[in-house]
């Protein structure tokens, strides 16, 4: 939900700027935004500001006039969540807009934007709201790190996290999710098993190996449970020592909307979770491993995926992970779309992101992780290998550079398009 305030002149009719300005944001959702008044004078706005609760995703600032600035001042001195003032062509809105925002954009997360079109302003309202209520859900969530980060994630090593965020974080002994896949019960574990069997096209593991791996799918929902998680990264190399692996529970979690990332990796995670909070949809973590700079084209590749990123479960095969050759991994094919592909690093303050193409990869490399894709990238390689922020990076389906620009502007995070 986000809080909307209309500013104005004391020497303007009240009834005749309801009339101008009340298509700028009628056509918006009802759910998404309240409207808490229109002010002219500051006594009115400060005894408003006593009542406002803390739980406002954002706020929308509509200057309907001039003489608006002190009014603006006085809201940002009040509240910390992102705003977003909406300057019109009328009556020196602009200009109130213009003056304030060079003073209070420094010192809060703020954006201007300038329309004389209602259904223009819709849509970037709309934008700003989406990311803004992203921004809050991220802020309030809590990250578990089953096990420190791999030892060679030295980014994670450097550890920033949350930087500038909220987000809290929990760590959880390897060991913890060991027992808890000791404790799981054999109850309907080869019932699931069979039927992850019927939905892939091909299985190359014995059962034993399916069943551990539907265990440590179990034992991960519980301590998400047990330590009301809503997020997990696990350092899954240590499983190798036990004869399993994580990486077909990370595909069933990721399946069921629950951000699960690899190798206990933060600021990758970090990102799937950013991602998974602006369109709701899963996403891939994979290893950059090979770059062919004469086609401008990249080759990812891990050894876990959501499925439902798959062009179906029954062209994929489950079989080993790829430097162990132990339990289970996915091998299978993403669909020829357009992507985008970025990562979060630094203190969390950039981030990197790449649109491109998938296209088809003439031959399975059995050097990479098991599941490959070959990306077109629309952008220079050799600028995204200087400006990398590290290894893991992570894919989503579809263009989705505008919200994500929209998003790091009100979370303060630096934008690097390539």
Known sequence: ????????????????????????????????????????????????????????????????????????????????????????????????????YAVVKDNHPSRLIYTANPDDAKHQVERFIHAAEALLKINNMTMGVIGEPSDWLLTSKV???????????????????IDEVGNIEQNHIPETA????SAYGEV????????????????????????KLDTVTI??????????????????????????????????????MVINALFDEAVWMANPSEIDLENNSITLAHCTIPSIMLTGKEDASITTHMESGLSCAIQGQLRNEKVTILRIGGRLDKILVAKGEIIPIEEHNPSFCRTQAKISISGDLKTWISKSLGNHQILVYGDRTELIKEFCEIAGIETIFI
């Open 194 to 197: 069979e039927e992850i069997k």
């Open 1 to 100: 939900m986000i809080g909307l305030f209309v500013f104005h002149s004391p020497l303007d009719n009240r009834e005749v700027i309801i009339d101008h300005v009340s298509p700028f944001y009628s056509k918006l959702p009802e759910n998404r935004y309240k409207l808490l008044g229109y002010y002219d004078n500051n006594a009115a706005l400060n005894k408003e500001l006593k009542k406002i609760h803390s739980d406002f995703a954002g706020y929308i600032i509509l200057p309907a006039t001039g003489g608006t600035e002190v009014l603006i001042k006085t809201l940002y001195d009040k509240i910390k969540a992102p705003s977003l003032i909406c300057a019109i062509p009328t009556k020196n809105s602009l200009a109130s807009s213009l003056e304030a």
């Open 235 to 272: 350092r899954c190399f240590d499983l190798l020592k036990y004869k399993i692996t994580s990486c077909l529970a990370v595909s069933m979690l990721n399946d069921e909307k629950i951000v699960a990332g690899c190798e206990s990796d933060l600021q990758s995670t970090f990102t799937m």
């Open 204 to 227: 190359k593991v014995k059962d034993n190996a399916i069943h551990s791996a539907v265990k440590v799918h179990r034992a991960i929902k519980n301590l998400i449970q047990k330590n």
């Open 159 to 177: 550890n920033h996290f949350p930087g500038n965020f909220k987000t809290k974080i929990s760590y959880i002994d390897t060991k913890e999710l």
